[in-house]
Structures are given as C-alpha cells and as structure tokens.
C-alpha cells in the first residue's frame, strides 16, 4: 500500500497505521495566505486609534502581500542566498558592487511601492508615522534586513532638510515611490540612503572618528569636501548615498556622500569586505575605504553629530519597531504551531503550561505593539512641544527596554515549535539570530540608557512630559500606581546621585521607567485581562522571571485569543 492511499484509511490522528513508513501527521500545515494586517488585531486597534483609520486598507493590502507563500519564500531566500561583493569587475576595473538575491530586490521594490520608506515625509498627515510604522513592522515581521536601507532613507530626511539646496536634489528622490537596485547615473530619480558613523576605534564614542575632510573649494555648508579615511560599519552599501561623519577641522562634521557625482563617474567608495553577522543575512553590511571621496557638508561645520542625531532619533524608532515586528512574527508562529499540534492527549496550546508561554509571549507583544504605535503618533508633524518633549524620552527609554525583550521572547517563542523551532526551516531560528541587532546598532544597551539620563538631565522638559504621559493611567490598579510612585522615588533618588552611581543606576532606572509606559498605555487602551496580568506578571509580587510563570487568576484564553 503507498502511502497516498494510507490517507483513506481511518486511524487514529496521531499514530500513523503500523505499516506505513512515512507519513506526516499532527504536524502544523504551513501559515502561509493569510493576512498580517487584518490578524493583528492588537495593531489594527492601535492605528486606529493614533488617527491612522484612512490607511487601513493600505495596510490590509500590505498584510495580505508579506502573507503569501510568495513573499516568505523570497524572505527566505534572501536571507539564505546572502549578498555578494564585487570588488572588480572581470577587466580588473573597480566597481565595489554587491551582489542580492532578487527576492530581496522584490521586497525592497514592494516595500517603497507601499511608501514605508518615506510616506510620512511625502504626505505628513496626523497619524503619517503611525501608518508608515505599521506598514514597516509587516515587512518587517516576514524579512527583516531590508528594513535597513527603508528605515534610513525614512531617517535620513530631517538631517537632510538642513541643508536645504542638498535637500532639494535629493529629498524627491527619497520619497519616489520606486526602485532600482542600480546605482544608475545622475539622472537617477529615486534614491535609497545609508548612514556611516562607526570606525574601527569607536562606534558608540564617535567622537574618536578619525576620517578627514578638507574643502574642495570655499568650504562650508553645502560645500564639497574631499573624504579620507576607514569606516567599519556601512550597512546597505548599495545604497545611493549615505551621511558621514568626518572631522573638518573645529570639529566633526556630517557630509552626504553620494556613490555616483553629478557628472556620471563613480564617487571612490572602497567596500573593502562584507561582514559576516550573526543574523540580519539579506542586509549586507560593510567596511569601506574612502579616499578622496567627494562629499557635500550637511548642516553647520563642527555640528555633526547635532546633524546627523536627528537621523539617529528616527532609526531608534524604527529599532523598536523592528523588534516589535519580530515579537509579532514569533508570537505568530508559535500560536499557530500549538495550535495544530497535539502532545500527550491534548492540543498543545491547550496544555496549561504552554497556555501560560503564550499568553505571557502576547503580553510582552502587545505591549511592545501598543508603545511603538503611540511612539510613532509622537513623530509626526502635528506633534506639540510637550509630545516632542515625551517621544525624545519614550523613544529612547523604549529602545533601551523593547530591543531587549526581543531576542529572549523569539528564543521562548521558537522553543514553542519543539525542535522544528530551532530548524532553518521554520522562520523563528532567523528571528532569533535576527533580534539581538536592534539592541546593537543606533546606540546599545548601554549607551542609550545613559543617553536616557543625559536628556532628563538637560532637558527636563521630557521629564515632565514622560511623567505626565504614563499618570495618565493613574488610580486605575494599585500595583501600577506603586510603580509609578517607585519610579518617581527612583528618578528622585537618582537627580540627587553623582555622575558614577547615575550611571551605574541606569539600567535599572530605564526599565522601571519603561514598564511603566507600557503597562500604563496596557491599562488605558487594552482589555482588562490584558492590562491586569501585564501589570501583575511584570509588576506584582508573584512576578517571575521567565515567559510562562504568570500569576494565578490570569484569563490566559482572552489575552492569546486577540493574537
Ligand atoms: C549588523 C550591523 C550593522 C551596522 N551598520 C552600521 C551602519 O550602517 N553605519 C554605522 O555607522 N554603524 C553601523 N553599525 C555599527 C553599530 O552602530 C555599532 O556597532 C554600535 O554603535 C556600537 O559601537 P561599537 O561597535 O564601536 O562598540 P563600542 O562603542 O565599543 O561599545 C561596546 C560596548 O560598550 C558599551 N559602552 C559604550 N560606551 C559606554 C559607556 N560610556 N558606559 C558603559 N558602556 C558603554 C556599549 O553599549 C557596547 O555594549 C552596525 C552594526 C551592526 C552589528
């Protein structure tokens, strides 16, 4: 009997007939064809409600395109036929060219087609950034090295816009809604960017840069410099150009450095080799070489980092979007793997041990989902001084705590999946080699932590706006207003340490702050049985420390239900 004709025979679901070798039962069929948008309802509801309802059938659109079978096998592709560097072409002449997979061309060209580059900047509409964050985490949830270049050239704008003769060149490009992988010729109308600050003796202290620039000509803003020196981080270098950071004498300064000059010939832009990472495969990443390479002054001489910070603020953003995104993919994944699979009589999802993974898995992911959207709503144009004041805090307060979680919460949720979990066939091994990068990059754990306490300390306005924003929750569950008041104690206690014991107290400060963000935005826009065990599970007494201890009480069915 073959084993197509086995299926006729009626046995028991999961014990194969004893003279069948091979048949595959009580395995999950595979969650491809559905709609990542419409299913997700946690984030539909946050658009909704940050004023972003006129892009929902966008967003449904984008949601049932990352769901085909299609889209995820490009993202597998791309991640796992990696970039390769052309250094010479087969005459010997110089191209410093990288080579992608076309799934990821495919991505990148739907993606910019959907605006989730620069759709906040082209239309900038209440609610532009939420709908543009919302577009950015379905793509990224399925493949997230693409979301490099996208998130860049989303960033780049602000630094962009101060200067603004550069900007009239190349801001119309950054908001074409199409692209081409060529690096093309001046003529060229649509444009992806890329950003290089780190080098080999400082990344997170920038301020060691050692690359120079001296003027081509008269110097100054907008003016042309030539570039030498060695940079050891260059993600997306196919990008068609980049911001720099260089000293130019009084200084660091920033500078656009395109890979193509206005009169056709190639910029000099050595990518001297392709970094090998741990996850984030699709997106190459590089070191380059410049050497005498053109460069246009952006913004005042000697204020790059002033410069190029406003890119940074929008790139953090996006980290915590990204992390977010991973969150959902793996939540995803693993409902849908308990939910079809059976083990020792019941459905696994049904055991109350996994219940209790999965329910605390959705906590962290809708609580993750509920702050980059209300973060999001803060970073558009429309936004008061007091929601400056707050998204320069919340921003970084949450990507110190969100890209954290990240990388456990894939880890337990591949776990979820049993051994196909920790296989390169299911997506969840990619998303955990993929997590830790958003903590990395745009400022680590570290640095964004004491750049948290460097903006309390000299803006204090944030302060008060955090303040003001999570006591909006306030007299609704004890526990929370315990926190808050703890948080006040902390930040109190913390205003009144020196340099040394502020920093050691860092951490632990962002976290205190951050959890209550999150379970404040929990209690004032999600369903009871959310907000009540978020609030219990990461602020009570009988908190534990790993995913799948929540507290006795927990109405586990309600909260997996809405994911
Ligand atoms: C995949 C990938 C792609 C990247 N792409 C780019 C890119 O396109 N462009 C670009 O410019 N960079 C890029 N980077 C570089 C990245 O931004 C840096 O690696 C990061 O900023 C950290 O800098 P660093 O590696 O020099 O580490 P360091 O600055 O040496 O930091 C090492 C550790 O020390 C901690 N630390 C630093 N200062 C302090 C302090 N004062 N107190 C306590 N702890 C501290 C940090 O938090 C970190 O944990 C990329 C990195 C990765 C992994």
Redesign the pocket.
Known sequence: MTTTESTAIEHDPVRPAPHVTHEVLNQAAPRVDVNEYTLNTVLDEAVRRHDAAWAVDDLTEIGALVGTATFQHDAQLADTVTPVLHTFDRWGHRIDEVEYHPGYHRIMSAAVAHGVHTSAWADPRPGANVARAAGFMLFGQIEAGHA?PIS?TNAVIPSLDLQPDVAALWRPRALSRSYSPDLGGPDKTSAVF?????????????RANTTVAVPAGRGGPGAEYLLTGH??????PMSDA?LV?AQAGGGLSCFLVPRVLPDGTRNVFRIQRL?D????KS?A??EIELDGTVGVMIGEPGRGVRTIIEMVARTRLDCVLGSTAGMRQSMAEALWHTRHRAAFGRTLADQPAMASVLADLALESEAATVTAIRLARAHDDDADDTERAFRRLATAVAKYWICKRGPHHAYEALECLGGNGYTEAFPLARRYREQP?MA???????????DVLRAMTREPECLAAFDAEVNLARGADATLDAHLDRVRGQLAELAHSDADVA?LRARSVVESMALALQASLLVRFSPAAVADAFVAARLGEARGHEYGTLPAGVDMAAITARH
């Open positions: 490099c860049m890329g950003m290089s600050m780190t080098e080999k003796q400082g990344g997170s202290d920038v940079k050891w981080f260059c993600s997306a980049f950071l970094k990472k741990l996850g984030n997106n990443s590089s990068v990395v990059w745009e400022g680590s754990g570290n640095v964004i932590a004491l920093q």
